[in-house]
């Protein structure tokens, strides 16, 4: 498949039209470009040498201004990511990715739990959200967490430029719930909620994707307070007053240890069957209202889902999904998370999520917002490609155009930050394609 920089011009057309003024709509392809390009680094100055600009002021001012709203422009990205993977059978994925930084001006930095590195380190924390159909992902949202020290500092805020209305004590999950509302608001498409355990372990977080009507599978922490399924609320002996469980809560690993563990394919990946074991049972969460020695009342009936991986390694998940649903199907939904993983990888190994080098909020968040644009577009090639070809398969690198690469089985949860990418000419050639699924 040929692709010409007037195919991303006609591509573009709608975001520039949400731009409105002339000068933004010069700039907003070119910054584009940048980030397209061969450059290793995607910063100002490397993508002004790229474009063979004078200077990198323009671009920068285009990036960092706070004098434009980008709000519609993640309204048209919402509408582009709808129209290429969304539907009944996608899913949308809640996940955080963080970036390394030096020094403590740049907006949000904190020395917090850092996932590229695997450990914690001096970082920013974005709250993402990517829609995911057929194992294609296209991020949607990418917001910064700010961390109490920055919310308790007015000052250092802004310096920074943070708006006033976002200078608040805001839990990731909240910031994940506030840009699920956006998502639904714009009409995008999906049929289940995916998150891991830094969110599923909250039961604000999980009440309020239920409030929503929507359906989840989250992950959490091996130590969550469960009831069998058979629990009964009896009257309370002494001065009680209140209705009390007739069973204690137990550890969700505890209530799976003596369950009947699976093996279950749940994905063919390019090198085999990805297998592990699983169990499930159907229980209360122990998160309602504490009712003696910090233990809760019962919570929502719903799946308790085990995932015995072959290193050893024990996993655990709650999901709403329906009491007939299969093991399989179980095991299936709470493993499509892996694409999120792919998606955070490509917009920092290729796209430069985390190259941006300015200090302010609307600099950040405007830079990633342009990654994902970018990242938008190259999966509308890789399913345009498919579809010229009719197959799954890549179009032909002898046609002139970048290929897309197959994605490993899975992507590791920690990337190794000492692992550089070989010098290639175009970030396009390594975008995952899809996977058969056996699920």
Partial sequence: MGCTMSDLDSWLEPFLAALGHKKRRLWAPLYLRGLLGPSERKSLQPMAACLGLSGHDQLQHFIASP??????????????????????????VIDDTALPKKGTLSVGVERQYCCQLGKRANCQALVSLTLAGREVP????????????????PERCAAAGVPEAEVVARSKGEIALAELDRLLAARVRFGMVLADAGYGASAAFRAGLSERGLTWAVGIPRNQKVYGADVQLVPPGGRKRRPVPDQEPKDAEAVLANQPWRRVTWRQGTKGPLVARFAATRIRVGDGAVWANNRHLLGDEVWLVGEWRSSGERKYYLSNLPPRTSLRALAAAIKARWVCEQAHQQLKQELGLGHFEGRSWTGLHRHALMTCIAFAWLQHLRLAGHRSTGSGKNAGSGSGTATIA???????????????????PDPMSTLPTQAQATA
Avoid: I, T
Wanted: net charge positive; proline share 11%.
């Fill in 67 to 92: 004098a434009w709203d980008d709000a519609p422009l993640w309204r048209v990205l919402a509408g582009q990511a709808d129209r290429l993977v969304g539907g009944a059978k996608s899913a949308l």
């Fill in 138 to 153: 296209v991020p949607v949202g990418l917001r910064l967490f700010l961390p109490e020290k920055w919310v308790g500092d």
């Fill in 406 to 424: 197959e994605p490993p089985g899975r992507a590791p949860r920690h990337h190794d930050a000492a692992v550089r990418r070989p010098r290639r």
